[in-house]
């Protein structure tokens, strides 16, 4: 047996089985909020945004945060209604989408570079790639992966930040 076959050989008895699970403390290290920031985001906005039983159910959950529960805990121990439930999605959406945006658009203009991409050519690559399982409301694993030159298969079609070109859409209508 060549270098290569055993090098090969190894590699793929190393990797079989293992996953790279990633946390909200990557993103964290990126500049986008963690869950106290949101937990103090959302104890601003959605007071804004409810009124009547709502608001009440609200007051309970930041009852809870003020006892000193994250904000998972205060949510599975008072459960939002739909209502609530959807206005805490949306501003959560906002808040990481503005904060998201921005480092993404860093990554692309070149200014910067993701920690996670300076770390993808160091995981041991099995024939079938890296599993990668995150827990993040984020695409930085994404692009990170993409910016180290790998592809990405997370069952979506497409890449996964892109910028609407005016020219080429009106080109296609």
Not at 113 to 118: D, H, I, Q, S, W
Not at 135 to 151: F, H, K, P, Q, S
Not at 154 to 165: A, D, I, P, S
Request: net charge negative.
């Amino acid at each position: 047996m060549d270098m290569h076959e055993l090098k090969q050989k190894l590699q793929n008895h190393f990797t079989d089985g293992l996953v790279t699970i990633v946390g909200c403390g990557l993103s964290s290290a990126e500049g986008l909020p963690g869950m106290a920031e949101l937990a103090e985001y959302l104890r601003n906005e959605i007071p804004l945004l409810v009124k009547n039983e709502n608001l009440d159910l609200w007051y309970n959950i930041v009852d809870l945060l003020n006892e000193g529960k994250t904000i998972e805990q205060a949510m599975i121990t008072c459960p939002p209604s739909p209502d609530l439930e959807e206005y805490i999605i949306t501003k959560t959406a906002d808040l990481f989408l503005h904060h998201e945006s921005n480092v993404l658009n860093a990554v692309i203009k070149g200014d910067r570079t993701l920690r996670f991409t300076k770390l993808v050519p160091h995981i041991l690559k099995s024939a079938t790639g890296i599993p990668v399982i995150t827990t993040n409301y984020d695409r930085l694993i994404e692009m990170a992966v993409e910016m180290a030159g790998l592809g990405v298969d997370t069952l979506f079609v497409g890449h996964h930040y892109g910028v609407l070109n005016g020219v080429i859409f009106k080109s296609c209508v």
